[in-house]
């Protein structure tokens, strides 16, 4: 019986050990090399306190892993993890949290449908459920049901209301005027 190749063998002439060498070299050469002469190279700031001026409305952390969508925010109108990002890469764009999409008093049709389907139960997942929703039907606003799923596959609810979320976000883009749709 012939003995199988071990990790080092190679196939098609190259083996794991060359190419790690090749690459290496490549990225030390890459690095020496620098920026153009005259090219804008990335702000540094620190190693000491630097300010930051940010336009936000309000935000809350939860898992601090990215692994909920609890803390889902639009940056520039697209969906975020705002625990992921460092604050210094935020300066000059527009940060919509959950309070920034509508008020107790004037709801957005998304916050209103899941009032109206019970679309949350302790409301921890809730804020990142209504952002992800708000971009999603920004995005597409007749989604069916498994573009809803897929769209919001990032967000956990640890009360496990996902049918009621799903129905809430159909329930909005039903709600919400699109240009040729009646309401």
Same mark, same amino acid.
């Given at each position: 019986?012939?003995?199988?190749?071990?990790?080092?063998?190679?196939?098609?002439?190259?083996?794991?050990?060359?190419?790690?060498?090749? $690459?290496? %070299?490549? /990225?030390? @050469?890459?690095?020496?090399?620098?920026?153009? #002469? *005259?090219?804008?190279?990335?702000?540094?700031?620190?190693?000491?306190?630097?300010?930051?001026?940010?336009?936000?409305?309000?935000?809350?952390?939860?898992?601090?892993?990215?692994?909920?969508?609890?803390?889902?925010?639009?940056?520039?109108?697209?969906?975020?993890?705002?625990?992921?990002?460092?604050?210094?890469?935020?300066?000059?764009?527009?940060?919509?949290?959950?309070?920034?999409?509508?008020?107790?008093?004037?709801?957005?049709?998304?916050?209103? $449908?899941? %009032?109206? /389907?019970? @679309?949350?139960?302790?409301?921890?997942?809730? #804020? *990142?459920?209504?952002?992800?929703?708000?971009?999603?039907?920004?995005?597409?606003?007749?989604?069916?049901?498994?573009?809803?799923?897929?769209?919001?596959?990032?967000?956990?609810?640890?009360?496990?209301?996902?049918?009621?979320?799903?129905?809430?976000?159909?329930?909005?883009?039903?709600?919400?005027?699109?240009?040729?749709?009646?309401?």
């Amino acid at each position: 019986m012939a003995k199988p190749p071990d990790d080092d063998s190679p196939v098609s002439g190259v083996s794991r050990r060359t190419f790690l060498k090749t $690459a290496g %070299v490549g /990225a030390a @050469a890459t690095s020496l090399i620098g920026a153009a #002469p *005259g090219a804008a190279g990335p702000t540094v700031l620190g190693p000491d306190a630097v300010p930051l001026a940010l336009k936000i409305n309000g935000a809350k952390e939860i898992c601090d892993r990215g692994s909920c969508g609890g803390c889902t925010v639009l940056l520039d109108g697209k969906p975020i993890a705002s625990c992921l990002m460092l604050a210094a890469d935020a300066v000059g764009h527009d940060i919509t949290t959950v309070e920034g999409i509508g008020t107790p008093e004037k709801m957005s049709p998304v916050q209103a $449908a899941f %009032v109206e /389907a019970d @679309a949350l139960q302790c409301g921890f997942c809730t #804020p *990142g459920f209504v952002v992800a929703s708000t971009a999603l039907l920004r995005q597409n606003p007749s989604p069916t049901l498994e573009q809803v799923k897929d769209g919001l596959a990032g967000n956990i609810c640890r009360c496990g209301t996902y049918s009621r979320v799903f129905e809430a976000v159909l329930k909005a883009a039903k709600a919400t005027p699109v240009a040729g749709r009646k309401a």
